[in-house]
């Protein structure tokens, strides 16, 4: 192994598991801003992003930083398929939005992504009342799974 592996490694290890927790969640956060800019700008989500966040949750989990284990990871990403399919399906919620909740629910297993969907709704909510008050009919959905969660964040990290 060369070097800069035998350091990127050490450096890896010497880090304690609520730190990479906390850097893996930011590295997502970091994601679903890049999509809410994206939503912003043309109502439409990279691939790339859902795919990154899902990434990310695999490999946390695999490594034992999540917290949580792979079965639970995989239930969360089932359940996210679950409601953001129905949502897609049923809602008029838009594919990418969709992939992005079944992203978040590999990263936080099905009790967190109960969480991320409570907050969605309530910032979701927020932002069809403002579309309504603008008069507008469709409207970037991204900010409120950011919000959504923001809040999931907010709450993990009183516990």
Request: charge should be negative; include cysteine; aromatic fraction near 12%.
């Amino acid at each position: 192994m060369s070097e800069c592996h035998e350091w990127f490694w050490d450096l890896i290890s010497e880090l304690n598991g609520t730190t990479v927790l906390y850097l893996t969640l930011t590295v997502a956060l970091l994601l679903l801003l890049i999509a809410t800019v994206c939503d912003f700008r043309t109502r439409e989500i990279p691939n790339w992003i859902s795919v990154a966040i899902a990434l990310v949750a695999i490999v946390a989990s695999s490594a034992g930083w999540l917290g949580i284990g792979f079965p639970l990871i995989i239930a969360g990403g089932a359940l996210g398929f679950l409601v953001g399919y129905s949502l897609f399906r049923f809602a008029q919620l838009g594919g990418g939005d969709a992939k992005l909740i079944a992203a978040l629910g590999l990263l936080v297993g099905p009790v967190g992504l109960l969480i991320v969907l409570f907050g969605m709704a309530i910032a979701g909510g927020i932002l069809s009342l403002i579309a309504i008050w603008r008069n507008q009919k469709d409207y970037a959905y991204v900010p409120a799974i950011a919000a959504g969660f923001v809040w999931y964040l907010g709450l993990v990290s009183q516990i």
